[in-house]
């Protein structure tokens, strides 16, 4: 596994999980709603801690900045 994801795009995905958990917790998301949402916050926080996301491979993306 090659890394492809930049610092932003890490702090992106962990911030949009964070506000995804806040809004489950404050019960503003329910139901179906909130177990998508959870499920792709556990995604996005999992995907940047690895920083490699697996569908940036078969487009060739790659946020991180060249060595």
Not at 10 to 18: G, Y
Not at 38 to 46: A, D, E, V
Request: with cysteine; net charge positive; charged share 15%.
């Amino acid at each position: 596994m090659k890394k492809n994801m930049g610092t932003a795009d890490k702090t992106i995905r962990i911030l949009v999980a964070l506000v995804i958990i806040a809004l489950y917790y404050t019960k503003q998301i329910s139901g179906l709603t909130a177990i998508i949402g959870l499920i792709l916050s556990g995604i996005f926080i999992l995907t940047s801690f690895i920083s490699f996301c697996p569908l940036y491979l078969p487009f060739g993306i790659s946020t991180r900045k060249k060595e």
